[in-house]
């Protein structure tokens, strides 16, 4: 056994901790020793072994076990050239020399040459968002500053504001894009406190002419680094710099974030990324099929497979992403067209676990918006048309969408009984066949519900 197992670990690792905290923690590691049950890491600072092994340490165990190799004690030493990391100043270049430098010595995160508008497909769910992007990267009249991005995981943030940068970068490649990591913002500041050099801190951030913080919500509720971002945000606005942030979620939405924080973030303009519909996912599994087609043109995929991806893999694109490399994957070993019984098995665990779950609560939701009759009505006992017809509908999308029992159903609709909901079931299999309405209406229903 030896130290060539770490790469596979690490791009085990990757996964299970996430982009930013892989590029942060767990890329710097060197393995430098594995023996029988140790492994020995270099790290580049002190403070970088520490961190992983208090946060990471049980994820590298873990990743190592499956490698087969039984780990207890992990050590980290730490390099001797890293110093040059920790020296004061390390990040400012003088004044003049910077038109020149461009970004070169800023020490963001590395923006992946994947992330460009080109290879950004635009749906409905992401249209204002890429809209939005685009016009920050030409810098036009209209300056939306900060611009937020907000959205679900895997939903492009990332990639647009990578995009964004290559974007600025061509048009003027000397601009100083500092595209990192709120992780890394707070990172970096937590390190400038340790080593009593706020002051280059600030220089730094402050130089630049366009910053970039992905994924904000990492400092809602860590007090200080949120004053520190507060002052550089606004030093920034001041002298027209602009901003690009991203979140999981709104402004107003997040939880311990300043008031005064959330008041300044939506200075600008605020665009959600939406969850992905059908049309976009197959949109973006055709494009991302004709990037692996140019290296992998022996691998054939049969009609309806990506339709079928589409329709089924709706968690994430990240997972859609995965899912069709696997396919080839599979695809260049087996050696013939992948047919959708092959894809289905392949990728059955992805298809597991995001089959969606469809709640009694959300059809109730659904079904009472679509008809626009109010919640306290469907499950009260009146039995008006307007309203029976509508809760048979929501009994019946209950009993096909959801696993529960006919009596659970008709307790979670105003404490029914299970006939009741047998009735229902039968009436609206009765109406589907003859009311067009009543098929249209299930049709919405269903795709909206399983989306
Ligand atoms: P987020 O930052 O919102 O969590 P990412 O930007 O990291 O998501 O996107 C996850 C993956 O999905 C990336 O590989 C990205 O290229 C891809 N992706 C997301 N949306 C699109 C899209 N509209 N077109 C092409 N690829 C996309
Ligand atoms: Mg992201």
Known sequence: MGTEIWPIIKLALRKTVGEAAFTNWINPLELSLLDESMAQFNAPTKFIGDWVARNYGDAIKLEFAKQGESIDRLSFGVKAKSSAIITPKPHITPKAERTKTGSADLPGAALDPRFTFDNFVVGKPNELAHAAARRVAEGGEVSFNPLFLHGGVGLGKTHLMHAIAWEIKKRDPNARILYLSAEQFMYRFVQALRFKDTISFKE????????????????????????????????????????????????????????????????????????????????????????????????????????????????????????????????????????LEMAQESLSDILRATDRKVTIDEIIRKVTDHYGVNLTDMLSARRSRSIARPRQVAMYLSKKLTSKSLPEIGRRFGKRDHTTVIHAVKKIEELQSIDNQIANDLEVLRRMLEG
């Open 204 to 339: 730094m951030f402050r130089s630049v002419d366009v910053l970039m913080v992905d994924d904000v919500q990492f400092i809602a509720g860590k007090s200080s680094t949120q004053e520190e971002f507060f002052h550089t945000f606004n030093a920034l606005i001041d002298q027209n710099k602009q901003l690009i942030i991203s979140g999981d979620r709104s402004p107003i939405d997040m939880e311990h974030l300043e008031d005064r924080i959330k008041s300044r973030l939506q200075w600008g303009l605020v665009v959600d990324v939406h969850p992905t519909d059908y049309e976009l996912r197959l949109g973006i599994l055709q494009s991302k099929q004709e990037t692996q087609a140019r290296y992998n043109s022996t691998v054939e995929i049969s009609p309806g497979v990506l339709e079928f991806m589409a329709h089924r893999i709706s968690s994430n694109v990240r997972v859609l992403e995965g899912a069709l490399t696997r396919l080839y994957a599979f695809g260049s070993l087996v050696g013939r067209p992948i047919t």
